[in-house]
C-alpha cells in the first residue's frame, strides 16, 4: 500500500522519528562523499503552482544524489493549467513515474492528487501545510539541541500554513509549542480543534512577548504570503509588534535558535540583526530542506511499482 506525505498529522512520532534518523544518516554520507543511489532509476514528476527557490533546487537536487531523475511541470505548460481534472492527472502521471511532488494553493487539490494516484504524492507546500519544512525544522532543532523534544517552541506571526504544520508536529511528537498572532489572524478553527482533542500542550495567544518568554526555539514567517499580496500594506499595519528583533530574542531562554523558512523581509517579521546572530540557525535549515526531502522520498519511493 502507498503512504503519502501531505500532513504530518497523518504519520506516528515513530514514523516521523524513522525519517529523521534516515535524514541523518544520509547526511552524514553525503558530507562524507558516500554515494547512496537508493532510488536509482527512479522518477519524480515535481508540480509548480507557486514559485520556489528552495523547494524546486532541494527536490531536483535531491533526486539527483538518490540516483533518481525529477521533472519540472509547471501549471503554464503542461494541461492542468489548461484545466484538466486533478484526477485525470494523477492516473497519467502514475503510470510515467513513481513519485509526485506538488506546490500548490488549496489542500483540497493535493488530497484528490493522492487519492486517485497509485504513486506517493509530497505535500511540498499548500495554503494550509508545509510539512515538509517542519520536518527540516526539527531535524535542525536535533542536530543543534540534541534532541527536539525537550525544547519549547515559539511560533511569532500568521496563523498560516507554518502554524498549522508546527501545531501537527506538536500534537504528534508531544513538545510545548507556544503561538502568538495578531486578533483575526489565529490559525485554522479546524486545524486547532483537532489539536486540543489530542491533548496538545500548545498555548495561543495575542502576544508575542508571552509566547517567546523562556522559550528555546523562535521561529516566523513572512507576514504576506504568496496570493495575499494584496493585503500587504493592511498586514503591516496588523503585524506591528509581531517582528522577531533583539527585544523579542532577550525574553527567550539564552541559547535559544532562531528559525525562519525563508525568503525573509527583513526589517518586516525579523530584524536582520537576528537573522543574522549567532543564535540563527536558518541556513542551516534551509540546507536541511535538502536532506529531510531525501529522506522522505526514499522512505515514500524506494519500494514503488517493484
Partial sequence: MKSDFLRLRDWSAADLDAILALTRELKNQQKR???????????????????????????????FQLGGHALFLSSSNTQIGRGEPI?????????????????????????ELAYYADIPVINALTDMYHPCQVMADMFTVLEHKGSYRDQTYCWIGDGNNMAHSWINAATVLGFELRIATPAGYEPDAGVVEWARAQDANIIYTNDPLEA?????????DV????????????????????????????????????????????????????????????????????????????????????
Fill in 223 to 306: 507576514w504576506a504570503s504568496m496570493g495575499q499580496e494584496e493585503e500587504q500594506e493592511k498586514r503591516r499595519q496588523d503585524f506591528a509588534g509581531f517582528q522577531l528583533n533583539a527585544n523579542t530574542l532577550a525574553t527567550a531562554n539564552k541559547g535559544s535558535l532562531v528559525l525562519h523558512c525563508l525568503p525573509a523581509h527583513r526589517g518586516e517579521e525579523i530584524t536582520d540583526d537576528v537573522i543574522e546572530s549567532s543564535n540563527s540557525v536558518v541556513f542551516d535549515e534551509a540546507e536541511n530542506r535538502l536532506h529531510v526531502q531525501k529522506a522522505i522520498m526514499v522512505a515514500l519511493m524506494q519500494n514503488t511499482k517493484e
Fill in 33 to 63: 562523499g558516500i554515494s547512496h543511489p537508493l532510488l536509482a532509476g527512479k522518477s519524480l514528476a515535481m508540480i509548480f503552482e507557486k514559485s520556489s527557490t528552495r523547494t524546486r533546487i532541494s527536490f531536483e537536487t535531491g533526486m
Fill in 87 to 111: 484526477k485525470d492527472t494523477a492516473r497519467v502521471l502514475s503510470r510515467y513515474v513513481d513519485g509526485i511532488m506538488i506546490r500548490t494553493y488549496a489542500q483540497e487539490d493535493i488530497e
Fill in 212 to 220: 517567546a518568554s523562556g522559550a528555546d526555539i523562535l521561529n516566523t
